[in-house]
């Protein structure tokens, strides 16, 4: 474009007329270059060939050709556009016709005729001969020539701008978009694109009495995937060398620092720390492996928050929702008709699938308040959403799997009166295949404690004040909002933990008195716990800032464990999640966690003297 600005001018503003005449060019070339190969056998003739045009980077990537969807009007119709979203329907692969070729009767000129997509292929022929003789001629009688229709691929699919950037009570906008030839099939339900195209207006055919109704439609020239570029936090270098210098500072006291971190993870509700470093292992995660014969272990972790009215739940779903660069919040019955899986639905006359929240939110993070209340056909599907992280689809003869690498942040209310004495699964009428998908499962009950309702109280009432809304860059006391944020995106890109010798033994034996424990169900589901700790830990390490799993991070995976009402409580040393709060000194509390665990674990031969260092 920089080469020749007239030609690019003309492409923008005539892009239905010159990029056809660009086809024809290349066609063109094509069959030169093919005809000087053909001393030597090669090359392959190809009948079309199409010119895309990529505006990224270019003088045209600005806000009057790159709007986001819902700001398109009437004004960009006719115009090359760049629309960005994420797939939310992808319809069947059908076979059009591209062009067909008529003789005029009076003069025998041979010309095409291209039928108009946006009437939905109808043929409008010339009202007279449109052959460019010095006498017209003037013939208005044409005959179609056999064997001249050119056919194309199709495909219909919708796009909906990204509900991330879009503000409270915004509602999220759709558009249809025609991908032809080489485009077809190269995205699926929950792809996130950038389309570049002509914008223009689908109308149906004239019927008496029928009001032509007609609805914006973007024809691709472009379609670019951006599941590898979802990042849109800028992390800058200054940050960097202050996530550096920040660990520099706590090397002797690291848990210290691990707790300024965990402060800025919804400083409006005081305390409940148990739940805030749950949130952050949950969105920090582990490492995805991928065995030899491709097998996937996730790496990504789960949580469901379970606890009485009032405890702070969906505040932490909507703070996290913040904190990921790409999420989804959604009820349980609050969902579209595509619930929070997929479903078939039927528009005009074709089945197209429709992406639900788990699928929306691939690569990111899906928030579900309300988990109890989901539809049944999310019941029998969420298991392989969030264990292999796929969809598997089988539904009006469309057979496809879709990816849902997504972590999974549930809230949900017991049934009636919490009661201790019986299962979680029966406590939310939750199944248990279900609850052992979780990574952790917290319990918050809303007990009776003076001591502890007269600190919330002074902290609620203190927030009034008016120098408290204020926050400032003091990292050593708590992380404001965008520093936490980046922080998070930052350790998960860089560091790759891998389990060091002595958080292998702490694992391995936990592991194993947890299944000399376990009878029935819990024993099966012991094997998932032990995948969990170990995504658990090297989430800790990152949290951490290191590359490699130490004791301490293995033994902080074991207490997060220990804090969830689904396994058996070996380390009574935790409390009620609800009421656990920041001490002053967290690495000397530690110690003493420390040694209660390694006393417990000390009952196997192959583990280390209690008192080796980490």
């Known amino acids: 474009m920089d080469d020749d600005p007239p030609l690019s001018h003309l492409v923008f ?334 528009d005009g006359g074709e089945w197209m699938l429709e992406a639900g929240a788990l699928v929306l939110a691939d690569g990111g993070l899906c928030c579900i308040d309300e988990f109890d209340s989901m539809r049944e056909h999310d019941r029998a599907t969420i298991h392989e959403a969030m264990e292999q992280q796929t969809i598997s689809v089988a539904k009006a003869g469309l057979v496809t799997t879709l990816s849902t690498k997504t972590i999974v942040f549930g809230a949900t209310n017991p049934k009636g009166q919490y009661d201790p004495d019986q299962s979680l699964s029966v406590n939310t009428a939750l199944s248990g295949p279900l609850l052992s998908r979780f990574d952790i499962v917290l319990v918050l009950l809303d007990t009776k404690n003076p001591e502890w309702d007269g600190v919330v109280s002074s902290h609620i009432l203190s927030e009034g004040e008016p120098d408290k809304g204020k926050q400032d860059e003091d990292l050593a006391n708590i992380w404001p909002f965008p520093m936490l944020r980046r922080y998070i995106h930052f350790v998960k890109g860089y560091f790759r933990p891998v389990l060091t010798r002595e958080a292998e033994i702490v694992i391995s034996s936990y592991y194993q008195l947890q299944r000399r424990s376990a009878t029935g169900n819990a024993a099966r589901t012991t094997v998932r716990m032990l995948e969990s700790l170990i995504r658990l830990a090297q989430a800790h390490a990152r949290l951490m800032f290191r590359n490699e799993v130490t004791r301490l991070d293995a033994i902080t995976a074991i207490l997060c464990i220990e804090s969830s009402m689904t396994t058996s409580a070996i380390v009574d040393s935790v409390g009620n999640a609800l009421h656990s709060n920041f001490t002053e000194n967290p690495d000397l509390e530690y110690a003493t966690q420390e040694r209660l665990i390694l006393e417990k674990l000390r009952s196997f031969d192959d583990f280390p003297d209690a008192n080796s260092r980490r």
């Open 13 to 346: 503003s005539q892009p239905t007329e010159y990029l056809r005449l660009l086809d024809e060019a290349a066609v063109w070339a094509h069959k030169v270059i093919l005809g000087d190969l053909n001393g030597s056998n090669k090359g392959i003739k190809k009948e079309f060939i199409h010119v895309r045009i990529n505006i990224s980077g270019s003088p045209l990537e600005c806000p009057e050709t790159f709007p986001s969807i819902g700001r398109v009007r009437v004004k960009h119709r006719g115009i090359l556009l760049t629309l960005k979203g994420t797939v939310i329907r992808s319809g069947a692969i059908k076979m059009y016709e591209g062009e067909r070729k008529y003789m005029c009767q009076k003069c025998k000129h041979e010309f095409l005729v291209y039928p108009e997509l946006e009437s939905r292929n109808s043929i409008k022929l010339p009202s007279y001969c449109p052959s460019q003789r010095s006498k017209p001629c003037e013939g208005t009688k044409f005959g179609h020539l056999e064997g001249s229709i050119t056919c194309h691929d199709y495909q219909e699919i919708k796009i909906q701008e990204s509900t991330h950037v879009l503000g409270v009570g915004a509602i999220p906008r759709s558009i249809p978009v025609i991908l032809k030839d080489d485009l077809v099939d190269i995205v699926k339900a929950g792809d996130d694109v950038i389309v570049t195209g002509i914008l223009t207006a689908k109308w149906s055919p004239d019927l008496k009495d029928v009001r032509c109704d007609l609805d914006p439609i973007l024809i691709a020239n472009y379609v670019r995937r951006t599941n590898e570029l979802k990042s849109e936090i800028d992390i800058p270098d200054d940050a960097i060398m202050k996530f550096k210098q920040f660990w520099s500072d706590f090397k002797d006291t690291p848990l210290k620092g691990r707790n300024a971190i965990l402060r800025g993870i919804c400083p409006q509700i005081f305390g409940l720390f148990t739940v805030k470093l749950a949130v952050a292992l949950t969105l920090i995660g582990g490492v995805q492996h991928v065995d030899a014969s491709g097998t996937r272990v996730r790496g990504e972790s789960h949580l469901l928050l379970v606890g009485d009215p009032g405890t702070g739940k969906s505040q932490f779903l909507k703070f996290a929702a913040k904190l990921s660069n790409r999420s989804v919040i959604t009820t349980g019955l609050g969902s579209t008709s595509a619930g929070l899986t997929v479903t078939a639905v039927k």
